[in-house]
């Protein structure tokens, strides 16, 4: 397994190297997500293809294409190259017209550790569903009910599936929410793909000026149930 390194501004540091990469945290496809494709000068073949369970399209003339883990500038070339046997000087527009649910696990030093489920919100007047508000790390975190005190939010890891023209295998990046909640640092409230796997670590004392930011925010949930026994 290859491990490689992001940051938010999409620039990477391999462990072995001083050399500067540059890594595009790319959304890969997979079941579910559905895609308009234009055929230029073929607009009969226009239409929202949807991605089966095994990971293929089945498109007209070619049959069946496997997108499944592949970045949209990597399907075009395929699809480019299929076409290229029925079609002189193919020419297609891809977009994702609608994203499957995302499953993610968060761990460490939250409330409610687990895998969840999340979902990309739609602007209901979009026929085309291209206006979409993608599942960000802030979204996550407020699902594990909060963090314990000994968080340690300026480190959070972040272990995601790397596309195959970058590289393969899982690029890892931490990251550090506290930037966002004192400077409005947006850059480090990422998006979340598919897969990734969210690590809150542990502070070897609790940070107390962390926790006095992190209760002023609506990062904790306003009720909280105690048990008392004896």
């Known amino acids: 397994l290859s491990i490689l390194f992001f940051i938010p501004n999409l620039y990477s540091y391999e462990n072995n190297l001083d050399e500067l990469i540059e ?92 895998l969840f489920p999340l979902l990309y919100k739609y602007d209901d007047d979009d026929e085309n569903f291209y206006s979409q508000t993608s599942p960000r790390l802030f979204d996550l975190i407020k699902l594990g009910n909060g963090i314990t005190q000994n968080a340690d939010l300026s480190k959070i890891q972040v272990i995601r599936r790397n596309s195959i023209k970058n590289g393969g295998g899982k690029i ?20 979340l793909r598919d897969g990734d796997d969210i690590f809150v670590p542990k502070s070897k004392e609790p940070i107390l000026e962390q926790l006095i930011g992190i209760n002023k925010s609506n990062l904790t949930p306003q009720e909280m149930i105690v048990f008392i026994n004896g």
């Open 172 to 191: 890892k990046t931490n990251i550090n929410l506290i930037a966002l909640l004192e400077k409005g640092d947006h850059s480090q409230n990422i998006e």
């Open 23 to 114: 890594y595009k945290s790319e959304y890969l496809l997979g079941p579910g997500d559905v895609l308009k494709i234009e055929f230029d000068g073929l607009e009969i073949f226009d239409d929202f293809y949807i991605v089966q369970s095994d990971g293929n399209i089945n498109l007209p003339e070619i049959g069946l294409v496997d997108i499944n883990k592949k970045s949209l500038t990597e399907i075009k070339i395929i699809i480019l190259e299929k076409y290229k046997k029925v079609i002189k000087s193919p020419s297609i527009t891809i977009n994702i017209a609608k994203h499957r649910p995302l499953l993610v696990t968060l761990r460490g030093e939250v409330n409610k550790t687990g």
